[in-house]
């Protein structure tokens, strides 16, 4: 096969966290892309607890963690 997606725990991550009132909000839009996965999980929680609206958000998992690209 191909090369093969780096391992999750090899990829460097920075998380700036802001926590704000709903009203204190601006309207938000979330672009996501990366690992499947991750991608996946980070839109739950733009969505659920990060109270973004789901058509403010666009994602694309681009890779699977351990699968080679075809």
Not at 12 to 19: D, G, I, K, S, Y
Not at 31 to 41: I, K, Y
């Amino acid at each position: 096969g191909g090369p093969v997606a780096p391992p999750a725990a090899s990829v460097e991550r920075e998380w700036t966290v802001a926590a704000l009132e709903a009203d204190e909000r601006p309207e938000a839009y979330v672009f996501l892309a990366g690992e499947s996965a991750m991608v996946r999980a980070l839109r739950r929680l733009s969505v659920g607890p990060g109270g973004v609206p789901k058509k403010h958000v666009s994602f694309m998992g681009y890779w699977r963690e351990g699968q080679a690209e075809s």
